[in-house]
């Protein structure tokens, strides 16, 4: 969860910041960090949102995490 991430990232002193917004494939807020590495923040999600999704954000930057938003998620059957 990103509380435990946040909670980690603290105790090694890596700067972040918890986020939380609708991100318009599921129906409730979901939440996950930003962290600074090198100077750059990035996106760290330690979480998917559905089985069999590759990866969610490890150190995604805002133009990857915006060209993830319009790459329609189809969900089928074989996913659930």
Known sequence: ?????????????????????????????????????????????TTRLYPGQESMGCLMTDEQLEKMKEKPIEITPDRL
């Open 1 to 45: 969860s990103y509380a435990v991430t946040g909670a980690l990232l603290d105790a090694c002193g890596i700067e972040n910041i918890k986020i939380e917004r609708a991100v318009g494939f599921t129906p409730d807020t979901h939440v996950w960090n930003l962290v600074r590495v090198n100077g750059e923040w990035y996106h760290l999600d």
